[in-house]
C-alpha cells in the first residue's frame, strides 16, 4: 500500500523470545495505529501514536509496547511472545477520510 | 470490544445481483467507515460517512446510516467476482478517545 509499509512480512518465533515489528511511513502523518487480526475478532487496537514519543494504549495492549523515535517509524514489540500472540498484525496511518493500512505482518509463535 | 458488529457473518450471491451488508454499533459516534479486505492483504478504505449524514454514493456502493437505531448498511451494485472480500465497518466512537473500533467483518462470495 502506497506510503505505508511494514516489515517483516512473515515471522516464526519461539515463546518467550522478544518480537519486533516495524512499520514505516513516508505520508508524515501525525497518527499511527497498530492493530491486530484474528479469526472471529475484526481488528482490534494495540496500541497508537499521536506524535514522536507520545504513545497510548488500546483496547488489547497487555503483552506489548510500542516505540516512536521519528515520525516515520512506529515500532511494536512482544516483550515475551506467547502463543496467544499469534496474529496477523496491521499497522495504519490516520489519512484524511480514512485510514492507510499496510499488508500486514504475520507472526506465528511456536 | 468491538464497536461495530456486521451482519450477515457470510453472504454468497451470483454475479450481478446487489449485496447488501448490515452494521450495528453501540455508541454515539463522529462517523462510520467501511472498508474491503482481500484475503491475505491489508484493508482498503472504502468510504466514510459522518454522523449528521443519512446516505452517501461513491460508484456501485451506496452507504446509508441511521443514529437512531445505531446501523449502517453498504449495498454493493450489480456485483462482480471480483468484490469477492471481506467488508468491515469500523466507528470512530467518542467514547473511545475517537479511536477506529472495527467489527469482526461479512465475508462476501460472489459467484461468476
Known amino acids: 500500500d502506497a506510503g505505508i509499509t511494514q516489515s517483516p512480512r512473515h515471522k516464526v518465533t519461539e515463546t518467550g523470545t522478544p518480537v519486533t515489528l516495524r512499520c514505516h511511513q513516508t505520508?508524515?502523518?501525525?497518527?499511527m495505529y497498530w492493530y491486530r487480526q484474528d479469526p472471529g475478532h475484526g481488528l482490534r487496537l494495540i496500541h497508537y501514536?499521536?506524535?514522536?514519543?507520545?504513545?497510548d494504549k488500546g483496547e488489547v495492549s497487555d503483552g506489548y509496547s510500542v516505540s516512536r523515535s521519528k515520525t516515520e517509524d512506529f515500532l511494536l514489540t512482544l516483550e515475551s511472545a506467547t502463543s496467544s500472540q499469534t496474529s496477523v498484525y496491521f499497522c495504519?496511518?490516520?489519512?484524511?477520510?480514512?485510514?492507510?493500512f499496510g499488508s500486514g505482518t504475520r507472526l506465528t509463535v511456536v | 470490544s468491538q464497536q461495530g458488529e456486521e451482519d450477515p457473518q457470510a453472504l454468497s450471491i451470483q454475479e450481478g445481483e446487489n449485496a447488501t451488508m448490515n452494521c450495528s454499533y453501540k455508541?454515539?459516534?463522529?462517523?462510520l467507515q467501511w472498508y474491503r479486505q482481500n484475503s491475505g492483504r491489508g484493508l482498503v478504505h472504502l468510504i466514510l460517512?459522518?454522523?449528521?449524514?443519512r446516505e452517501k454514493h461513491s460508484g456501485r456502493l451506496r452507504v446509508t446510516l441511521d443514529t437512531s437505531k445505531k446501523s449502517s448498511s453498504l449495498l454493493i451494485t450489480a456485483s462482480r467476482a471480483a468484490d469477492t472480500a471481506s467488508y468491515f465497518c469500523?466507528?470512530?466512537?467518542?467514547?473511545?478517545?475517537?479511536?477506529?473500533?472495527f467489527g469482526a467483518g461479512t465475508r462476501l462470495t460472489v459467484k461468476p
Open positions: 495504519a496511518i490516520s489519512a484524511r477520510g480514512g485510514y492507510t
Open positions: 505520508e508524515n502523518h501525525r497518527y
Open positions: 501514536s499521536y506524535g514522536v514519543k507520545d504513545t
Open positions: 455508541t454515539s459516534i463522529n462517523n
Open positions: 460517512i459522518r454522523s449528521n449524514e
Open positions: 469500523a466507528t470512530d466512537a467518542i467514547s473511545n478517545n475517537n479511536d477506529m473500533r
